[in-house]
């Protein structure tokens, strides 16, 4: 009797695993080139992929001094295919007083069927305009953004990529009126880290959601301060896109 109930728990376990590697494989069998993503680290098959999305930025409360706001921002995310491995990597956010917009060169190789990397340099210009109190005030200013990128793709064509990015901070101008503010900042203001998933969404769309943990002394969003921190303060960013 027991020999009889091993031989069927053994087939049954047997059934089971032929079930699961079938899943295994038709899962891994799904090429990623026929997936489109915006973040994940690993060479472009489509000459141009679209996302548009928005970010959700929490202001600490080092500066808003009472409760925590969250500031919204569209986004427009554009990768433009340039060779095997380069692409070139835009952005814009926009909030109607303040908008920043970023360029730059990414270049990303595969090291297995797994795992993936890329290398980025993101050049960014910030500006923005707003009436404080019946004085019109304006800022700008220009910022850089090197990168590194790890990607590991899941099973069912879920990709997972982790980002890290130095801040650098090159210029900030800001005038109230026409009187030019001086604002105190570092070149290296700080670093960001971030962890998003990507996978299908509907028809021939996926879907992007990220968390990006920003430690600097210069946020832009903060420019109508006219003033930088002695410290780096954290900015948690929610990151939601629509891969078109």
Do not use: C
């Amino acid at each position: 009797m027991l020999s009889t109930y091993l031989a069927r728990f053994a087939k049954k376990v047997a059934g089971m695993a032929i079930i699961f590697s079938s899943a295994i494989t038709y899962a891994q069998d799904v090429p990623i080139e026929n997936q489109k993503f915006i973040l994940f680290p690993h060479p472009l098959n489509h000459k141009w992929i679209v996302s548009v999305g928005f970010t959700a930025t929490t202001m600490p409360t080092a500066i808003t001094e009472e409760a925590h706001f969250r500031v919204p921002a569209a986004e427009l995310h554009v990768l433009k295919k340039l060779g095997k491995k380069l692409s070139l990597d835009g952005r814009l956010s926009a909030q109607v007083i303040q908008n920043a917009i970023s360029i730059g060169p990414r270049w990303a190789t595969k090291f297995s069927e797994r795992l993936s990397m890329s290398l980025g340099n993101d050049v960014a210009f910030w500006f923005g305009r707003i009436n404080l109190g019946g004085l019109k005030t304006r800022g700008t200013g220009w910022q850089n953004f090197p990168n590194i990128s790890f990607g590991y793709r899941f099973n069912k064509q879920i990709l997972l990529t982790l980002k890290a990015e130095s801040i650098m901070t090159l210029n900030v101008k800001t005038f109230a009126g026409e009187t030019e503010v001086q604002t105190d900042y570092t070149l290296f203001s700080g670093s960001a880290y971030t962890v998003a998933l990507e996978q299908p969404f509907f028809h021939k769309k996926s879907l992007t959601l990220g968390f990006r943990a920003i430690y600097t002394s210069y946020f832009w969003q903060t420019w109508t301060l006219f003033e930088s921190f002695d410290r780096n303060l954290f900015f948690p960013q929610v990151i939601i896109g629509v891969i078109l």
